[in-house]
């Protein structure tokens, strides 16, 4: 048989003198794992069967109706050689991960795996080059034969695995020497992983590597960070006969398989990962990896450090299913210190800095900023005008999104409860309130200091309970850490950590060159600072406030950023007030009949989330305003849980954020971002998250720009128009109009079970729903409609595709040939109207666009950017209901031959569509037998699609070899839209403030970014997204690349 090698092999096995073959030899064997092999949870050194204060019980304490912490995986482990005899003892730390493989551009990697389980396997890589027989995938490819016995290696069988490093997949211009990638079982990956099969890969630029370790590092560690769920192992059943009375358990039981979720570090839970040590001034390189489903949002914070990534300063590295990050950190203060992900309990760790009497570069600041800050018990409104301002209803009218949160009635607590706030005073007598930005709302005082500085924090607790301040970003030492938490060794908590009721402490937290900003940084970071006595509750409570880490001569005397006019602090959250300390105090103060709440009944734990930023709902945040041409800096931030992904939106006019143009800021708990704008739009727009769950609940506010004495920033001459009809088209679509490839891939993966989203059966709907799409026309006569050509039948659901430069102005013909009104509205566009007017059925209306500077692509990005268009009468329904569409801006002049593709990644909740009713009347085989609120209606209306298609039906995806392809990418939806894109056979470019290379490309609620990809290898590739319910539920398909 005749087998086609990839022009990068061709190149390199003609120039041996490059390269250097690595080889590995791995065997697949079942084995068990123990997830706290102490038996205790070392958080605070108990027992687990006597650990009340936690809740490591649930997971981890053996019972007749419960596994506990040891269950049968399966894992990859090392060999000498290929006779698979000796198994080669990897380090402690990593756990139930397969060993580290390693090697430099220009080399090649033999892995020689052996399946010693009892059921088939595979061997798959992320971010190298490989043939289609060495891929290591299961799933349609069109490939028979000798290409297919990589994807799965039955029990006993041996298979050599090739790869070669190019340089196209290895570490980019930008990125650090040695980057993280991974490899997996991919018969059946969500299951495979989850069964234990997974490990790491570090590629590293050619000659970085002396022998396995980086030169000039001195420790590396690879953490993975995954909620394990046992429940999709392979192994489930087994484990269950083993270590329950099996007679006992209840499978389906919500509680068992809560217990089978395991939160971990490498398979390790509450502190038992060992042996993470260095000494303080080492130079560490820490390699994360996230895998999962879509609870795995995971943002790693090292207490005590920062970190260098993607050469910008953080002290927090947020990963997702299939992430893969890399981060410098030189170690810094002695002591035992907490690694933890800021979400999940049971995800912590811990590294042991010694004192090795190696030098340091620190030098403590001369000069002291001092501030006085006390914790406050006060009343708090969420919308004090007792108004949603975007539907101008009261907040409880009958069959609002908002009353909910706001109606009080004897067992709800309505839109006022007691909270804990950080205040600022004048000084340490604590008499005298300072003044403060009404914007702020419950957050506290704005910190600020320069590199060089020390900040002094007197801190007054004046609340009922111990509290502490912990700051991001900073210096300290263990005595200044203000976090309570224990440590293996037996250390206790410092005094900073828990300040009783009416104590005062003084925290000094310094701020050396090494933590301020990198040459890529904004000059002011964003921080915060919060209590962390019990973070989930402190921060629920209120206790949270910004801080600002700026280069040295950025703040004038009053301590505001020089070329600055107007500043502001935006906290994102879902403040969930049934883990308020405060609680039992709000039942008892707000509701008329606290005896009779039931804080376990789930509709009143929902009418406790407050969707808020700052503090404020449904456009109650007041103090948004600037002048036209200011320059304003938003500093934006979030705490909270998995449910906190928030994309917030700033209609009207655009930011730069670290060198990339957007008007939307994906934000996750523990991250904060520094955005520059300068307004050129004069009205009153939206700021709001557009997380489809968290705009319900009320997540958006308007920010105001008046005309003061500047002239407008955009000075744009508009002198090319275009015009382009569009209209609103009613249409049946069909998310998977061949089954055919779905029906292959289950049948190679020998599955056969009722698709709950494409089976029509019982009341399920099927793969058909009545929809609503834009379409364009040839003119306004809106007679025919605009044939697509082959670059755009890859759009599918989505929109026309329109491309604009900046200079031009887009005139949009709209007619609504829908039942029901829409409108089109772009974002990152300049328009003379801040309200978007809607249009009704049958009617046409002209909606124009002018394209300044401000909306195309900066220096620093590629020279297209995304946006997207929708509809805007409800961003929700509408959404839903179909109406998208992609909005390309270029530099002038770009060259003609890019490729040009959008790939839009969102379930369409089926059941948040305006066709919703109609749709079950047409399309249930058994209408008056739906039951709306079953929960597995529901999800079967939750279409996982890639523009509107699922399970490999996407159309216009194929490629030459030597083509330059921009992959426009777009994740827009709900709380359960983390996306995580992963391309099989090539990896590609993305900017920022430098070009990176990866295969995997995280795309939450609001996130739209061009990568770059130049396909080299032939063949039909797998692309998804690398979330496993996403994966399961259809939302993958295939690009092709031939010659």
């Keep these: 048989m005749k087998i086609l090698l990839p022009v990068t092999f061709l190149v390199f096995i003609s120039s041996p003198g490059w390269t250097r073959d690595r080889h590995y030899n791995l ?37 007749q109706d419960r596994i506990g912490s040891i269950y049968k995986k399966a894992m990859y482990f090392a060999y000498t050689d290929d006779t698979f005899q000796t198994i080669i ?47 290591g995938a299961l799933y349609p490819d069109n490939t028979t034969g000798l290409q297919k016995e990589d994807d799965h290696l039955e029990p006993g069988a041996v298979y050599t695995y090739k790869w070669f490093v190019e340089e196209k997949q290895g570490p980019g211009p930008n990125d650090s020497n040695c980057v993280t990638r991974m490899y997996h079982s991919h018969v059946d990956t969500p299951k495979d992983v989850t069964s234990g099969l997974i490990g790491p890969i570090i590629t590293c630029k050619r000659g970085t590597l002396d022998g396995d370790m980086e030169k000039n590092i001195n420790e590396s560690y690879v953490l993975l960070f995954s909620t394990t769920d046992e429940n999709k192992s392979w192994y489930i059943n087994e484990n269950i006969n083993t270590y329950t009375e099996p007679g006992q358990v209840n499978a389906s039981d919500p509680g068992f398989q809560e217990s089978n979720r395991m939160r971990s570090i ?40 920062t970190l260098i990534s993607r050469n910008h300063r953080k002290d927090t590295i947020t990963v997702f299913p299939a992430s893969m990050e890399d981060a410098f950190m030189v170690a810094q203060g002695a002591g035992e210190w907490m690694l933890n992900c800021q979400i999940h309990e049971g995800m912590e760790a811990f590294f042991n800095v010694r004192n090795c009497q190696k030098p340091s570069t620190d030098a403590n600041g001369t000069q002291v900023v001092h501030y006085y800050i006390a914790a406050e018990e006060i009343s708090w409104n969420y919308a004090p005008s007792g108004i949603d301002f975007f539907s101008k209803k009261n907040l409880t009218a009958a069959g609002s999104e908002s009353r909910l949160y706001f109606e009080q009635s004897p067992t709800r607590i309505g839109g006022t409860y007691k909270k804990l706030v950080y205040r600022e005073y004048t000084d340490a007598s604590f008499q005298t309130q300072k003044a403060r930005a009404v914007h702020l709302g419950i957050l506290g005082p704005v910190l600020r200091a320069e590199v060089g500085q020390t900040i002094q924090v007197t801190f007054y607790n004046n609340a009922s309970l111990p509290l502490s301040i912990h700051p991001h970003g900073l210096r300290y030492n263990k005595s200044n850490e203000g976090s309570f938490y224990k440590t293996p060794m037996g250390s206790l908590p410092s005094s900073s950590s828990h300040i009783n009721p009416g104590a005062t402490f003084v925290y000094t937290w310094d701020i050396p060159r090494d933590v301020g900003p990198t040459a890529t940084d904004p000059n002011c970071l964003t921080w915060f600072y919060y209590s962390s006595v019990n973070p989930p509750k402190d921060t629920n409570s209120g206790l949270v406030g910004p801080l600002l880490v700026c280069r040295n001569g950025s703040l004038g005397e009053d301590g505001k950023q020089k070329g600055i006019d107007k500043e502001f602090y935006l906290l994102a959250t879902i403040f969930d007030e049934n883990k308020s300390y405060l609680l039992d105090e709000n039942i008892r103060t707000f509701t008329t009949e606290p005896e009779n709440v039931d804080k376990e009944d789930p509709d009143f734990q929902d009418s406790n989330y407050m969707f808020s930023i700052n503090g404020y709902m449904y456009g109650n945040l007041p103090g948004l305003d600037m002048c036209l ?55 009153v727009f939206d700021v709001v998250c557009i997380t489809s769950e968290h705009y319900q609940g009320g997540m958006k506010h308007k920010y105001r720009v008046r005309q003061c004495s500047k002239s407008n920033p955009d000075q744009t001459q508009y002198q090319e128009e275009k015009i382009i009809y569009i209209a609103a088209e009613e249409i049946v679509w069909d998310y998977s109009p061949s089954r055919k490839w779905e029906k292959e891939l289950k049948s190679l993966q020998r599955k056969n079970e009722t698709d709950i989203y494409l089976d029509r059966i019982g009341t399920f709907l099927g793969s058909k729903y009545k929809k609503v799409v834009y379409r364009q026309y040839d003119d306004i006569t809106f007679t025919h ?44 566009v300049k328009t003379n109207y801040s309200t978007v007017v809607s249009t009704q059925p049958g009617e046409i209306q002209t909606y124009v666009w002018q394209i300044p500077e401000r909306s195309g692509p900066t ?29 390309i801006i270029c530099r002038k002049g770009i060259k003609p031959s890019i490729v040009h593709r959008v790939l839009h990644f969102m379930i369409f909740n089926e059941n948040l569509s305006w066709y919703f009713e109609e749709n079950i009347n047409t399309y249930s085989r058994e209408p008056n037998q739906v039951d709306r609120n079953d929960p597995v209606f529901d999800l079967s209306n939750q279409m996982h699609a890639i523009n509107g298609r699922m399970f490999g039906t996407n159309q216009g995806l194929t490629f030459h070899v030597g083509d330059e392809v921009n992959w426009y990418l777009i994740g827009m939806g709900g709380e359960f839209d983390l996306h995580t894109v992963h391309f099989h056979g090539h990896s ?44 399961t539920a259809g939302m993958e398909s295939t690009y092709t690349v031939i010659e």
């Design 859 to 887: 220096s620093k990005d590629f020279e297209c950017i995304p946006w997207f268009y929708y509809s805007t009468v409800d961003v929700v329904k509408d959404l839903n209901s179909g109406l998208v569409g992609p909005l």
């Design 629 to 683: 041409g200011d320059n304003v800096s938003w500093h934006v931030l979030s705490v909270g849980s998995d449910q906190d992904l928030h994309g917030i939106y700033f209609s009207g006019n655009t930011f730069t954020s670290l060198g990339a143009r957007g008007d939307t800021i994906a934000l996750f708990p523990h991250i904060s971002q520094t955005l520059l704008m300068t307004p050129d739009s004069l009205g």
């Design 988 to 1031: 590609f470019e993305f900017t920022d403030m430098g070009l990176y290379h990866s295969d995997v490309y995280d795309l939450p609620p609001g996130v739209y970014k061009t990568v770059k990809m130049y396909p080299r290898d032939v063949g039909t590739w797998l692309f998804h997204c690398h979330v496993n319910v996403h994966i």
């Design 785 to 828: 409609q605009t044939e697509r050509n082959e670059d755009e039948k890859h759009l599918d659901i989505l929109g026309p595709l329109i491309f604009l430069s900046p200079g031009q102005k887009l005139h949009i013909v709209f007619k609504n040939n829908a039942s029901r009104p829409y409108s089109i509205h772009a974002h990152g």
């Design 89 to 135: 003892e990897k380090p402690s730390w990593l756990g139930f991960l397969g060993p580290i493989i390693k090697a430099e551009t220009g080399d090649f990697i033999y892995v020689h795996v052996k399946n010693f389980a009892s059921r088939r396997y595979s061997f798959h890589p992320h971010g190298l080059t490989y043939t289609k027989e060495n891929e």
């Design 266 to 305: 490498n398979g390790y839970m509450y502190g038992n990962l060992p042996n993470l040590t260095m000494c303080a001034q080492d130079r560490v390189k820490w390699h994360f990896i996230g895998m999962g489903g879509v609870v795995d949002t995971h943002p790693i914070y090292l207490h005590g450090q």
């Design 27 to 63: 065997g697949i064997k079942e084995t068990t794992w123990n997830y706290a092999p102490t038996g205790k949870n070392m958080l605070n050194g108990k027992p687990i069967s006597e650990d009340q204060e936690f809740e490591s019980q649930t997971y981890l304490q053996q019972s």
